[in-house]
């Protein structure tokens, strides 16, 4: 199984900025960030295919946060400008190395433990 670290997580104004990092012990075919705020569902916030680093967004974050990996394809980024009240949540990192059929529908199998993000106003 995929280990995943998060880390960059943090208490931040509105309008601040911060950078998620998650970094994986082996290769994945996809990588992505969720997040759960208290009494709310997951959701998905980002993902980036590996092979051709095709990203995709949730509509509340897109233009405001970018998802990247680094050269190696094992290190995760999400640099969130622009930060709302709203996005204040728990945010895991999650990866998948099993097919494309599971990237697809976001079933990622691995995840981290996750990192708060506590955005105030």
């Known amino acids: 199984q995929e280990q995943l670290v998060e880390s960059g997580g943090g208490s931040v104004q509105a309008g601040g900025s911060l950078r998620l990092s998650c970094a994986a012990s082996g290769s994945t075919l996809c990588m992505g960030w969720f997040r759960q705020a208290p009494g709310k569902e997951r959701e998905r916030v980002a993902r980036?295919?590996?092979?051709?680093?095709?990203?995709d967004y949730a509509g509340s974050v897109k233009g405001r946060f970018t998802i990247s990996q680094d050269n190696a394809k094992n290190t995760l980024f999400l640099q969130m400008d622009s930060l709302k009240p709203e996005d204040t949540a728990m945010y895991y990192c999650a990866a998948d190395r099993r097919g494309l059929y599971f990237c697809q529908t976001g079933s990622f199998g691995d995840w981290g433990r996750g990192t708060q993000v506590t955005v105030s106003s």
């Open positions: 980036i295919y590996s092979d051709d680093g095709i990203t």
